[in-house]
């Protein structure tokens, strides 16, 4: 019993390896949350060096991203087969970025949340859901109006 209550107090998340199907991408939805959920991640300067990182991170590669003010949703796909767990990419990107704003302090919370889409109908779901993230926090009054969202690769299912 003692075993099972530790469970349930976890910390951080479990990182599943990749599953690869038959004729089917990886495709992988995350989310990564600012340190302390502060407010500091909607502004051009952040936009410009995600994108920038995200490009230069080719281990993974970035399709449709969201940046609200205190997280990330993403989207993102393996370059390569046995490709390394998405906490590791993650880690490292985070920690270019952090370099790159560095008046910023330590942008990021330790760990990042992911999960790996199982049929096209999901990637079409999280992203028409999280595009409105913007709307539903009362940022601006319509999707095409936030510009900190884009895609920088296409991930074909």
């Not at 936009?47 to 990182?53: D, E, P």
């Not at 990419?89 to 370099?99: H, P, S, T």
């Not at 049929?119 to 009362?138: A, D, I, L, Q």
Request: proline share 4%.
């Amino acid at each position: 019993m003692k075993q099972d209550s530790k469970r349930f107090l976890r910390k951080h998340p479990v990182h599943m390896p990749n599953i690869e199907r038959l004729n089917q991408p990886v495709i992988l939805f995350v989310t990564v949350c600012a340190r302390e959920r502060r407010s500091v991640l909607a502004s051009e300067r952040v936009h410009q060096a995600l994108v920038k990182v995200w490009s230069d991170a080719v281990r993974y590669r970035v399709g449709y991203y969201m940046i609200m003010p205190d997280h990330v949703h993403l989207f993102c796909s393996p370059s390569e087969r046995n490709a390394e767990k998405v906490s590791g990419w993650v880690g490292y990107w985070k920690r270019l970025v952090n370099a790159e704003l560095k008046d910023l302090g330590a942008l990021w919370q330790r760990d990042c949340w992911g999960r790996q889409l199982r049929h096209v109908g999901h990637y079409e779901e999280k992203w028409e859901y999280v595009s409105m993230n913007p709307v539903r926090k009362g940022l601006v009054h319509g999707v095409e109006k936030w510009p900190y969202k884009g895609c920088l690769n296409e991930l074909r299912w």
